[in-house]
Every structure is written in structure tokens, then in C-alpha cells.
């Protein structure tokens, strides 16, 4: 059974940091691409990061270029999600996300397993 937890959501001013992480169970982790997804009140569900199973693939919208960084340590099935500089439309709910097939996308239709998703909120 897959599971997918995420964890270090919280209230930050803008300008401050947060990083989130993401403990999955159940996958032969080390062998599949992750990503990071967000959803705010009323929108879409919108991409925020993915990264191969090495690491060497790695992709960002323009939206958290410069400010995101995607991580993964496969000894712990872990990925992270370093967010800096952050600003009051980042709020959202973060979703991580696993694709059974090892490369890195946007399209949140190709994940194959969820996580329940941490609220991160932003104030100005």
C-alpha cells in the first residue's frame, strides 16, 4: 500500500521560509520521478516542482524559479521542498505526488499516488 505523507506546512510572513518534506511508504521510492503540486482556494490544482529518481532532472514553473528547490534522499524515501522568499500567493495546500514511471513532468495527470497535502499560508 503506497503512502505518501507530507509534513512542515505552517504560517509565514512574506519574505520567510519553509521547508516541506515528503515520508512515502509502500514504493520502491528510489525508482520513481516525485513532484510537488499546490492548490489554492477556487484555482486549479497547479504544478510546483518534479525530479527524477537521480536527481538529474529537475524542472520548476517560472512562477517558483529562483525561489523553490526540489530534493530527494532516497536512503530515507524522502523528498524536500525548500521554499524561500515567499509571497502571499503561494498560499495553498502542497500536495507531493509519485509517477511510477521514472521521469519528471508537470502534468498532474501522470502521477500515480497522492499525499493528503500541508497547508502552507503566507500573510503579508
Known amino acids: 500500500q503506497v503512502q505518501l505523507v507530507e509534513s512542515g506546512g505552517g504560517l509565514v510572513q512574506a519574505g520567510g521560509s519553509l521547508r516541506l518534506s515528503c515520508a512515502a511508504s509502500g514504493v520502491t521510492f528510489a525508482s520513481y520521478a516525485m513532484g510537488w503540486f499546490r492548490q489554492a482556494p477556487g484555482k486549479e490544482r497547479a504544478f510546483v516542482a518534479a525530479i527524477n529518481w537521480s536527481g538529474g532532472s529537475i524542472y520548476y514553473p517560472d512562477s517558483v524559479k529562483g525561489r523553490f528547490t526540489i530534493s530527494r534522499d532516497n536512503a530515507k524515501n524522502t523528498v524536500y521542498l525548500q521554499m524561500n522568499s515567499l509571497k502571499p500567493e503561494d498560499t495553498a495546500v502542497y500536495y507531493c505526488?509519485?509517477?511510477?514511471?521514472?521521469?519528471?513532468?508537470?502534468?498532474?495527470?501522470?502521477?500515480?499516488?497522492w499525499g493528503q497535502g500541508t497547508q502552507v499560508t503566507v500573510s503579508s
Open positions: 505526488a509519485v509517477k511510477k514511471v521514472n521521469i519528471a513532468t508537470s502534468r498532474a495527470a501522470s502521477y500515480d499516488y
